[in-house]
């Protein structure tokens, strides 16, 4: 049986067979796609995911979910440098068009400033209201697709499938919904993908003679590690996808000395070369941005814990009292992420997130003929953090077949996804002593995405010229007909991610699973 060769990429076996005994890397055998379209195409997808995304922002007119700790921490980041607590009125306050709404002291949060300061900014421009509130995450989420376009085109070496990784994002539901809601996990996303696309660039430029091996010549590498310190300065939850893609990008710097070296000698250079400069990129960077992060809790007086080391003597005398009481701030939030144990309607298992076994209903209201733009007897408009069903159950099927080519066929693509899902779900099962929630999983959906690209661009078939018309003709009719399946879903699910107004029976109809009610 013939190897699956993905589209648009040559395998090992077919450079041997061209007579050619030097070895290459797979990233040098196709160049990346250039020309208007590379750039053209990619812009038209994230106008679409824009327009969906931007649609009517500021409905529902309402403080949604968790954007009850979020739009007042980061307003109080803007005006304060750090966040202060706040009235027991204070949604209802700023619907209202109210701001003064903190009480002048200190409040414990759980999550550094990065994203929070975006969201702030997105206030600074809109104001405190929903649109306002919002503003930075829609940007955000819009701006991930542009970026998923451009990485699995060059992980593919292809525009169309480039442009298809980009469309299916900007039509999943639960990447509509996280970016039109002021939370921060699509934030994190989007520092993930960042730093995921910058070491994707960082490995074909050094395959391309173009950067390292010295680290010194690898800026890709230094800008993933700013990326890093981003996603950790928005969560904590970025350090899996830290740890797991530094082991990658080390692996993969091994895997290219010992193409032309021994075992023993390959590790030898990985180490001696590679290993200080991502001890630099992954480590040090990294810790520096995420500790310029907290400047404002710093250069003020008045944040959470900010005065803990007044007066203490510690076990620490060489380090001012700023960073001890920072130390001190941060084993407390450790201990409410370990100590979390009160239960939550929406909370999930993990193993249900793939399949969407329990997604997150955001808001809900009900309403009745005449009241708004309702015009049966009864009406829904709710915001369900629920992604594409088509999408994602054809997506954890990719996900198998990437698991397939990278143990059968080495293919470092597949990999790089199963890398990528693993990073964002498997930690998750840990902490199933506490509340956990699907949308967490918008950190590991560009990977599940890029993934079923891939999929797709075997069942299209081997570039023209490697298989029949016949072959493939039936391999692009089948993927359109499932990329068609997917918009389609996706606009029928539409009204359940932007609070569109829905009669009871239309809106029971979507309801495919008693768990999504």
Known sequence: ??????????????????GSTRPRPQALLDPMPGGLWAWLGPALVTLLAGIVRFWRLGRPHAVVFDETYYVKDSWSLLHHGYEQAYIDN???KMLDGQTHIFTGHATFVVHPPVGKWLIAMGEAVGGLNPTGWRLAVAVIGTASVFLLCRIAMRMTRSIVLGCLAGLLLALDGLAVVMSRTALLDGILAFFVLGAFGCLIVDRDHVREGRAGPRYLRRPWRWAAGVCFGLALGTKWSALPFLAT????????????RRATSGWRTAARMTARRDLPGAIGAFAIVPALVYLASWTGWLVTDGGWSR????GRSGGFPLIPDAFRSLMHYHHEISYFHTHLTEHHPYQSSPWGWPVLARPVAYYSTDLSNGQSDCHANSCVREVLGLGTPILWWTACLAALYMVWRWAGARDWRAGAVLAGIAAGWLPWFRYSHRPVFFFYAIGFLPFLIIGLVLALGALIGPAPGLASVRRRLVGTTAA???????????FYIYPLLSAGTLSRPDWLARMWFRTWI
């Open 480 to 490: 359109g007909s499932l990329v068609v399946l997917v918009v389609v879903n996706f």
């Open 307 to 310: 005065q803990w080391a007044k």
């Open 1 to 18: 049986m013939a190897p699956v060769v993905m589209q648009g990429v040559r395998t090992e076996s077919e450079v041997a067979a061209s």
């Open 90 to 92: 204070a949604d209802q």
């Open 245 to 256: 893609f530094a082991a990658m990008a080390l692996l993969w710097d091994f895997g290219l």
